[in-house]
């Protein structure tokens, strides 16, 4: 790919601005966790698996700046690191994933000069990236199969490269079977209010010229009833343990259009979406953002000052619209609560 989205380099993490993409490609150094921390919540990182692997170098780099004479100190104010990265966005679970994982490790290395366990953080984290890629890209390896030669496939959000360590999940399967010599055209819903359709999967399967079409959200249900669409691929925030998917706003509506259509509609997601402590979908934290990302575009108002607004930033699509879970470790299909365990 032609582009990194995430990547640790000179002891500073460098992230690829996704507010300002398509029109600008711009990279930004982060070198303390505090602005790690809002780059999530501005949206310069995002998609569930690349927040997570931000968040661990977010906790790398707030090891690397404490100051403490003591073990006990040190690993007090690593705590207090981890909260503020976790307080970034409630909904996809990779986030808390992977500080748990990062707090797992400094345990392990507890004991040790803090600057190896700073080391022990740094490459921990750097690994979490660097499985992400292999993960997305098993990922697509287990779905491409699902994808027929000459397939229009229905996309909501940005689920690919810019969503990840790189490659992506529901743009993974789609690549894999790309690159395994199938004819595959997307659809690109614009997903309003952050437009990550218009503004980023196009972007990226431009970029690799997979053609890309872009519609409007409204207009899935028709080129569904003209029959144009095969299949519908999207990635996921977090599932739930009986198969209920959160995912970006909208893609419940989908989920809906595509049952009464006949069309099979996939969620792709690594193991680390799992919340399997949660028995069903309506026990997921929904994220409200601001609403201003309604009342706006760019900063222009498109509604009238003062207005009510809602902003859920998630919905959960319940399970019995799903028609296969693919992860890097397989299909799950039927009986999820079953399936997902087995995982
Ligand atoms: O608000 P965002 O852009 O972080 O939402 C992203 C999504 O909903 C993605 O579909 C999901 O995180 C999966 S990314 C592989």
């Known amino acids: 790919m032609s582009f990194r989205t995430i990547e640790w380099r000179d002891n500073a993490v460098i992230m690829l601005d996704q507010t300002r993409l398509p029109v600008e490609e711009r990279y930004t150094s982060y070198s303390d966790y505090r602005s790690v921390a809002e780059a999530i919540k501005g949206m310069v990182v995002r998609g569930a698996p690349a927040i997570g692997v931000a968040a661990a170098m977010g906790v790398a ?18 705590e207090n690191v981890c909260d503020v990265l976790a307080r970034t966005r409630p909904t996809a679970v990779n986030l808390f994933w992977a500080i748990e994982r990062m707090k797992r490790r400094a345990g392990e290395l507890k004991g040790q000069p803090l600057d190896a366990i700073c080391a022990g953080l740094q490459a921990e984290a750097i690994a979490i990236e660097q499985e992400d890629l292999a993960i997305c890209k098993a990922i697509g390896r287990n779905g491409a199969a699902l994808i027929p030669q000459g397939a229009t496939v229905l996309t909501h959000c940005n689920a690919g490269g810019l969503a990840t360590a790189g490659y992506g999940t529901a743009l993974g399967v789609i690549r894999a079977a790309h690159e395994a010599g199938k004819q595959v055209r997307v659809v690109a819903d614009e997903t309003r209010p952050w437009l990550q359709g218009a503004r980023l999967t196009t972007w990226e399967l431009m970029k690799d010229a997979i053609p890309v079409t872009l519609i409007t959200d409204n207009m899935a249900g028709f080129f569904m009833a003209q029959g144009e669409i095969t299949c519908c691929v999207v990635g996921a925030d977090r599932i739930a343990a009986n198969g209920d998917t959160a995912n970006k706003i909208g893609t419940y509506g989908v989920a809906v259009l595509a049952k009464e259509h006949g069309i099979p509609f996939y969620v792709a997601a690594p193991c680390s979406t799992l919340d399997l402590t949660l028995d069903t979908g309506s026990q997921i934290p929904i994220e409200e953002r601001p609403s201003t990302e309604v009342t706006h575009i760019r900063g222009q108002a498109i509604a009238p000052e003062g207005v009510q607004v809602r902003n859920p930033a998630f919905d959960v699509t319940p399970a019995r619209y799903i028609t296969a879970i693919i992860t890097e470790r397989g299909l799950v299909q039927g009986n999820y609560r079953q399936g997902l365990a087995a995982l």
């Not at 690397?64 to 007090?76: C, K, V």
């Open 61 to 78: 780099l707030g090891a690397r700046g404490i100051i403490a004479d003591t073990q006990e100190s040190f690993f007090q104010q690593l």
